[in-house]
């Protein structure tokens, strides 16, 4: 089971998506910033949407476990399985499963800059002037 830390983490969304690492980003409104992140690194199993709301995170069930180990071929050191609002009637489910999950705490925006700081990211809908 996932322990955040204290916040206001309500909205959600995936902010960072590669071969080696799935990022969730997190707040109270990520129009302008996200303060926390999940970080799963070597992700093998991702069933999720793109943006949720309000999620409960909880122990996966028997049948995932038994789910992604028969796609991913093992049992990985990660599972985390939640439920969230998605905009739909009804709360979806979300599972992922990876090599390792890091949770990151501090605030990530940052406007459009030519050049970056060291560990500077540009939050995912800044787009470069054209």
């Known amino acids: ?44 199993f991702v069933a999720c949407p793109a943006a949720f709301h309000d999620p409960v995170f909880r122990e996966p069930t028997v049948d995932e476990v038994r789910l992604v180990a028969r796609q991913v ?31 990151v705490q501090g605030p990530v925006f940052r406007y459009w800059r030519e050049h970056l700081e060291t560990g500077e990211r540009l939050a995912p809908w800044v787009r470069p002037p054209v």
């Open 1 to 44: 089971m996932i322990e955040l830390p204290e916040g206001s983490w309500w909205d959600w969304d995936v902010v960072a998506w590669d071969a080696g690492r799935l990022c969730f980003g997190a707040g109270h409104d990520l129009s302008y910033a996200h303060g926390l992140e999940l970080v799963f690194c070597d992700p093998v």
């Open 73 to 103: 071929g093992d049992t990985p050191a990660v599972l985390v399985a939640f439920e969230a609002d998605a905009g739909g009637p009804s709360l979806a489910s979300g599972l992922v499963a990876a090599g390792q999950l890091d949770i």
